[in-house]
């Protein structure tokens, strides 16, 4: 995929180049040392203190409430560890009850999430690329988006039932609308000299849209989706919790109702680690995908 930040160097006269002025080493930003190290371990290992304090503040408090409904955090810990990762070697330590219900939550969680993407991106080309027709989708989208994603949940289960179908369509249509808008302001926003020196290239439409057009707007539907993964594992956790006869949400019910409430915190910390691994895994993602994008910044 070609840069929108090449194609401008290319297309750019040399007249128009500016050259380029140091940054005084007095006026930088003093950094932290990384001695080498990967910036995503940078930004771990900064993040570490602010945990142990909010450990030892929900140990004080577990301590000093001295309820089951607070234990404390040795105690989830060990429940924590028993549930989710007392499996065999060949399970890669993976117990059979993750595999049962993390499986599946993970399952409906990326379905929902890509097919939610998918349509919100080409959804977004679509209605971009006609003014007329955005003209008309606007009303339309905005209502979706002020339409709460958690109300539609008895409409889910009226039309497709329990199954998996459900929570698929339920993770989709809380996921389409941050990338749609995102789509279509990103590509209506684009910067309009690139689009001229992609045209003058005389490409293809398809070549045209896919080399110049989305690249341009990619960092606005990056964004669009990032929001997106957000709610969907928020609508996997509701639509499980609520409508699922499987799934990390249906154990976190189950031990609620059994009044195990060790094992509801076991399972509300076994969903957290799913959301924060998919979200460090799309991080990633973004970042190998958009690099361009970091370099460019970085030079201007």
Request: proline share 6%; net charge positive; glycine share 10%.
């Amino acid at each position: 995929m070609t840069a929108p930040s090449q194609i401008r160097s290319r297309a750019l006269p040399a007249r128009d180049a500016q050259p380029r002025t140091s940054v005084p080493s007095g006026s930088r930003k003093p950094t932290l040392p990384s001695a080498g190290l990967p910036q995503w371990l940078i930004t771990f290992l900064a993040g570490i203190p602010l945990v142990v304090v909010l450990g030892i503040v929900w140990n004080l408090i577990s301590n000093a409430m001295d309820t089951p409904f607070v234990p404390t955090l040795g105690t989830i810990g060990r429940r924590f560890f028993d549930d989710w990762f007392s499996g065999p070697a060949s399970q890669l330590f993976l117990s059979q009850k993750l595999l049962d219900n993390g499986g599946p939550t993970v399952a409906r969680l990326l379905i929902g999430w890509t097919t939610g993407v998918a349509i919100g991106i080409i959804g977004g080309v679509v209605i971009a690329r006609f003014a007329a027709l955005r003209d008309m989708a606007m009303p339309l989208i905005r209502l979706g988006m002020s339409t709460p994603s958690p109300a539609l949940l008895p409409v889910a289960i009226a039309f497709f039932g329990l199954g998996t179908s459900m929570k698929v369509f339920f993770i989709a249509f809380g996921t389409i609308w941050p990338v749609l808008t995102n789509t279509i302001a990103g590509l209506a926003n684009s910067d309009q000299y690139v689009l001229n020196s992609g045209r003058s290239l005389i490409l293809g439409k398809w070549l045209y849209m896919t080399e110049v057009l989305i690249p341009q707007a990619s960092p606005q539907i990056m964004s669009g989706i990032r929001v997106g993964s957000n709610a969907a594992i928020l609508l996997i956790a509701v639509a499980e919790l609520y409508a699922s006869k499987s799934g990390i949400g249906f154990v976190i019910v189950e031990t609620q109702r059994n009044f195990d409430l060790v094992g509801t915190w076991s399972g509300i910390y076994i969903l957290c680690l799913i959301g924060v691994l998919f979200n460090a895994l799309f991080a990633a993602f973004e970042h190998r995908l958009m690099r361009w994008h970091y370099r460019s910044r970085s030079i201007s």
